[in-house]
């Protein structure tokens, strides 16, 4: 990570960002998810605030991911629009990762094999899927699926984002689903102390309103692993 900033400071550059953002339940963004972004923009403005280029954020929106746990085309684009709308508030950027998926010269020439996930991550992939995979087949088979499809994703996007730093909500035990020649900022998803997804938290869970902004003493660099 160090070598990135360094280079984007040689070469007076933004620092680049990129992270995934999924989908639950909800076919427009609530209150957590503001929080997210106004928390991510906290974060920002303090790289900023030493880095005279700025920075440059990209959410990456993973509908691919959104398809798998069966979630309809109309709610998708739905959420992804209001995702869109209330990002470029931020000055952040998004994309599509289907739209990544299929750019010319963006997939590996050897695609990997069908692989199935260790034991360990299979066991956390299952139990995220029996609460939240509504696609075809077991939740074991989703969990299955799931990690096959960010083998190849995260090739994907290391790809077209080359020198940016990723960030994630995830732990570290998910490591392997991350692009591997990226380095991995992880960190807090709305305030410190709490790194569950946005997307995924009820609307009243936090007693959050719509346009809350989180202070900027209460940023914190990584979450427990």
């Known amino acids: 990570m160090l070598r990135f900033i360094a280079d984007a400071q040689a070469r007076r ?13 909800r076919t427009v963004l609530a209150a957590p998810e503001f929080a997210c972004l106004d928390f991510l ?9 030493v880095h005279e280029p700025g920075v440059d954020v990209t959410l990456i929106f993973t509908d ?7 979630h ?12 869109e709308l209330a990002a470029s508030q931020h000055k952040f950027k998004t994309c599509l990762l289907s739209t ?4 010319p010269g ?13 034991d360990d991550l299979l066991a956390e992939l299952r139990h995220s899927a029996a ?8 939740a074991e088979e ?20 080359p020198g940016c730093i990723f960030i994630t909500f995830n732990n570290r035990r998910l490591r392997p689903l991350l692009p591997d020649m990226l380095p991995i900022y992880y960190m807090y998803s709305v305030r410190r102390g709490v790194s569950d997804k946005p997307w995924f938290l009820s609307e009243d869970c936090l007693g959050l309103t719509p346009r809350a902004t989180q202070n900027s003493d209460e940023l914190s660099h990584s979450p427990p692993p």
């Open 106 to 118: 963006l997939l590996p020439d050897e695609l990997p094999e069908a692989e199935l996930p260790p």
């Open 131 to 138: 609460k939240r995979f509504k696609g075809e087949g077991s």
């Open 13 to 25: 550059t933004p620092l680049r960002f990129v992270l995934y953002w999924g989908k639950g339940l």
């Open 72 to 83: 309809s085309r109309p709610t998708i684009h739905s959420y992804f629009r209001d995702l």
């Open 142 to 161: 989703g969990a299955i699926r799931y990690f096959q499809a960010n083998l190849l994703e995260r090739k994907v996007v290391e790809r077209a984002f």
């Open 41 to 49: 923009n906290t974060m920002m403005a303090r790289v900023a605030e």
């Open 64 to 70: 691919t991911h959104a398809a798998l746990n069966g």
């Open 100 to 103: 990544l998926m299929n750019a």
